[in-house]
């Protein structure tokens, strides 16, 4: 079945032109003035503009952590995606302890198929680092799953030493993959952790404390080191404070294949929400934390300045009552993740866009054609051209949108970014070529989305 798209502007990270577009098989056919003339249904795109379906290349369903599951699984996360213009999700399967990568990825497909309402991609957490896990680095990337996270914090859980992280990134340059890097200092994160809780201070707000932007600044540099040593590109996920800012523009600028990742909590929210009253600030508690409102800038900046290539959002929320609260008397106890997923491209758009800080190409590259091409998944995923798939959003760029958790889709029950009211809304949404979300009407279905096997990275 045909499907046209008319009287739209398209938009890719380097082109803006007025072009009807015929979709077939899921794919774009062609893109041209009358080309959907004789298609069995039509988009009128009148006003609107036509962007590449965002790729969220850090989400977390259905991710069991800290006593208890992220709140959203790949049916209700995948929706709410959607529903904020996102048409591929990129997971975390994680390897356990003795555990095997082959394993970790049955675990975490099981969790998706059937489910998924959009494409979706999986990372690997490299959990466990040792002869067998190094070994299994090439059948994952034969399989699909060309990038492997590793872990600078969580000592005794998830942290690697750095000659296990050197060791990755042998393999990993070895079998052309990527490895990304959660980069805060658990050493020094964890004995303050103790001493905060030695001196009785276990509010939310010592969850950020004990997390200091040095501990992030530090860690950075660290991995920085270690992938130049390894001959490895490096990708470092969830950045949030100036000091990892710095360390990798400063790589970048010494031809480093070092990428940089932030999403839009370190852009719109600030260190102040842990000092909301009473258990409030515990919706806030993620890692790395919030910063001070001056670490924002330094990320807006880099944005723009490409020292930072993605904007992903690291969605793993949890529910504030049943959830979050199971750290009330306890900071260390509140699980660790904010949601967002449905939020990101409207944020960027608004604070991106409309403020004025970078253009539509940008815009367009930092949400869906870079992530597609540092995970291996352009031209397929993250641009408009024909052969593409008909991943696409109608974005009205003067329409208004109110986040609100009454009327969000996330299965969360609040919203960080309450009230708050943004220029650009999405109007239709297509994902292979079938229309999935129309003016705020769920037309998806859960097992619509496919597993894409991803190839290595290529620099965006
Ligand atoms: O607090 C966070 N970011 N939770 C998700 C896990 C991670 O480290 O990305
Ligand atoms: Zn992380
Ligand atoms: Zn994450």
Not at 139 to 162: H, N, Q
Not at 237 to 265: F, K, N, W, Y
Not at 339 to 347: A, D, T
Request: aromatic fraction near 8%; proline fraction near 5%.
């Amino acid at each position: 079945m045909s499907l046209g798209i008319v009287n739209g502007t398209i938009v890719t990270a380097v082109d803006g032109y007025p072009a009807d577009l015929r979709i077939e098989a899921g794919r774009i056919a062609a893109i041209g003035a009358g080309v959907a003339d004789t298609a069995a249904h039509t988009l009128d795109a009148t006003g609107l503009l036509v962007l590449p379906g965002g790729i969220d290349a850090h989400t977390h369903f259905d991710l069991p952590t800290g006593g208890t599951v992220s709140a959203d699984d790949f049916e209700t996360g995948t929706r709410a995606a959607a529903f904020g213009g996102t048409t591929t999700c990129i997971d975390f399967a994680t390897q356990s302890k003795g555990g095997t990568l082959q394993h970790a990825l049955d675990t975490w497909s099981a969790r998706a198929e059937g489910k998924a309402c959009i494409d979706y991609g999986f990372h690997m957490i490299l959990a466990d680092v040792n002869p067998g896990s190094l070994a299994e680095m090439r059948a994952m990337v034969a399989a699909g799953i060309s990038s492997f996270k590793l872990f600078m914090a969580y000592p005794g859980s998830l942290m690697s030493t750095d000659g296990e992280i050197f060791q990755a990134m042998q393999h990993a340059a070895a079998c052309s993959a990527l490895v990304q890097v959660h980069a805060e200092n658990g050493s020094v994160i964890d004995l303050m952790v103790q001493q905060a809780l030695a001196a009785n201070h276990k509010a939310p707000v010592y969850h950020a404390l004990t997390r200091p932007s040095t501990a992030e600044g530090e860690a950075t540099q660290r991995a920085i080191a270690l992938a130049e040593m390894a001959g490895a590109p490096l990708y470092v996920v969830h950045v949030s404070a100036e000091e990892a800012v710095d360390a990798i523009a400063r790589a970048r600028c010494h031809g480093g294949m070092i990428l940089g990742e932030t999403c839009p909590q370190y852009l719109f929210l600030s260190h102040d929400h842990y000092l909301d009253p009473g258990f409030e600030g515990a919706k806030y508690v993620m890692s790395p934390p919030l910063r001070p409102r001056h670490n924002a800038d330094r990320l807006w900046q880099a944005l723009q300045s490409d020292q930072l290539s993605v904007v992903a959002t690291d969605h793993c929320p949890f529910n504030f009552r049943g959830q979050k609260d199971l750290g009330r008397d306890d900071f260390t106890k509140i699980p660790n993740g904010i949601p967002g997923v449905e939020n990101r491209l409207q944020l960027l758009y608004h604070g991106g866009v409309a403020g004025k800080r970078f253009n539509l190409h940008r815009f367009v590259q930092l949400t869906a054609t870079a992530p597609a091409k540092i995970f291996g998944l352009f031209p397929r995923k993250g641009t408009i051209a024909v052969g593409s798939d008909a991943d696409l959003v109608l974005f009205d760029p003067a329409g208004r949108h109110l986040i609100s958790a009454a009327t969000h889709h996330m299965r969360v029950d609040y919203n960080p970014y309450e009230g708050l009211e943004l220029q650009g809304r999405i109007v239709q949404v297509v994902s292979r070529g079938e229309l999935i979300v129309d003016r705020g009407r769920w037309l998806g279905r859960a097992g619509h989305g496919q597993f894409l096997p991803r190839r290595s990275p290529a620099m965006p």
